[in-house]
């Protein structure tokens, strides 16, 4: 306790010094996304993160979360030095959608507008019309389609599946997921809620279809944690990284939360919902970082400003 406390002074002194704002991903480590609260920086959804970068004056942003999501401040604030505590954070659906190979689904495909989730590369988002998040896909291409817009949509196919049917809009989708929602279990969820039939289920929209179907809300980390506080039932099935009971639990210390079951029986694995990524933001890496500066995110020029049009829309459209 003596060791972490140490870690956690330094952290602060560190931030401080060097002008510096911790903002983290609530699928990070407690301990960090505590610290980013009492330090002045912020927890949040990728949208928030996104846009509490870019309004902070701080000359230097820390992004605890995964590496889209530093890339993402770096390409809104070419300004400030953007640092990560590790750089090898990547995300399943990033690794799934290379540059290339998706810049030729474009070229074979010029009539249809192209969105992409936010969880890509800034090469991929530099290809993009639209950049959008869990929080704001549904809204935008709405938008796209009330003005007759076909889409291609990139990377998440379960996303996309959840968007083209609530949206009714003309899509063709990239064939990928990610590797921590996918392990959600139709079958187990079914079981559970027999168990507990008075419990809202609460579901990320990169969860399989027969999963996001048996949903309450549907929803970004910050909307679940929203429907946690603001929906009268007790008790509450969650499918998403479990990363996200530190904040439900705080914020409705009164409410019951249960794992969605990532296992076909019903079973859970507490490793299977949590995003191996986010798990390597630690205290250690954090202070690391803080002190030399080696993680540095840094995003090719010309790349940047191809990226940043799309990704200022998102803003423009969500403010
Ligand atoms: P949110 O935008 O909902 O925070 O999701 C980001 C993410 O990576 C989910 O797996
Ligand atoms: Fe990517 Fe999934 Fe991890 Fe989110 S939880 S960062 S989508 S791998």
Redesign the pocket.
């Known amino acids: 306790a003596d060791e972490k406390a140490d870690l956690e002074g330094r952290i602060k002194a560190a931030l401080k010094a060097k002008d510096a704002v911790l903002v983290a991903?609530?699928?990070t480590d407690p301990d960090l996304q505590r610290l980013a609260e009492e330090t002045g920086g912020c927890v949040?959804?990728?949208?928030?993160?996104a846009r509490f970068g870019n309004q902070h004056p701080a000359s230097t942003v820390v992004v605890a979360?995964?590496r889209?999501?530093g890339e993402t401040a770096k390409i809104l604030n070419p300004e400030k030095k953007v640092l990560m505590p590790t750089l090898e954070a990547t995300?399943s659906?990033d690794v799934g959608c290379p540059a290339d190979e998706f810049a030729d689904f474009c070229d074979q495909h010029p009539d249809r507008t192209v969105v992409v989730y936010?969880?890509t590369s800034a090469a991929v988002k530099a290809r993009a019309d639209w950049v959008v998040?869990?929080?704001c896909a549904q809204a935008i291409v709405e938008d796209l389609d009330a003005r007759g817009e076909k889409i291609l949509w990139a990377p998440d196919k379960h996303l996309g599946h959840y968007v083209q049917k609530t949206t009714g809009a003309d899509m063709l989708l990239w064939d990928g997921s990610?590797i921590?929602?996918e392990e959600f279990k139709y079958r187990g969820l079914e079981d559970l809620k027999a168990l507990y039939p008075e419990a809202a289920v609460l579901v990320?929209p990169?969860s399989p279809n027969a999963v996001v179907e048996m949903a309450d809300v549907v929803?970004?980390?910050?909307?679940?944690i929203h429907a946690v506080q603001s929906l009268p039932n007790d008790k509450f099935i969650v499918a998403?990284?479990n990363g996200i009971f530190y904040k439900m639990q705080q914020l409705a210390p009164n409410k019951t939360l249960l794992e969605a079951p990532t296992a076909g029986n019903g079973a859970t694995c507490r490793s299977c919902a949590h995003?191996p990524w986010?798990a390597m933001n630690g205290l250690q890496n954090l202070l690391h970082v803080l002190e030399h500066s080696d993680q540095e995110v840094e995003v090719d020029d010309a790349l940047r400003e191809r990226a940043l049009k799309p990704l200022r829309r998102m803003l423009d459209f969500t403010a």
Request: hydrophobic fraction near 30%; proline fraction near 0%; glycine fraction near 6%.
């Open positions: 991903h609530y699928y949040a959804d990728s949208l928030e993160m979360g995964v889209f999501m995300c659906l936010a969880n998040t869990s929080s990610c921590v929602h990320h990169e929803g970004s980390t910050s909307q679940l998403t990284d995003c986010m």
